[in-house]
């Protein structure tokens, strides 16, 4: 399974839906990057992704998007092979 590295925020509903719609899919590790606590990591993210919103949910070397990308690739039935390529 490819690394899975989120940017989240405190009290982000979005990161909390993103986590739980992984754990459905059997995802058990994320690297959990909070930019609320470290600001370099949110220059960090802004420089990577061009966006200022969390979550950032990158699989592998490939930018997701947020929590609404994340579940239309679900929906799309594209997530679970993403989770699986190497």
Not at 2 to 30: D, N, W
Not at 36 to 46: I, L, R, V
Not at 64 to 77: C, E, I, P, S, W
């Amino acid at each position: 399974m490819p690394h899975i590295k989120m940017y989240t925020g405190a009290f982000c509903p979005y990161c909390t839906m993103a986590k739980q719609l992984f754990r459905q899919v059997g995802v058990s590790e994320i690297e959990e990057i909070r930019v609320d606590k470290e600001p370099e990591q949110f220059t960090e993210m802004q420089q990577l992704t061009g966006q200022r919103s969390v979550p950032q949910i990158f699989i592998g070397q490939t930018h997701v998007g947020g929590f609404t990308d994340l579940y239309a690739l679900h929906q799309k039935g594209e997530l679970l092979a993403l989770l699986s390529a190497e």
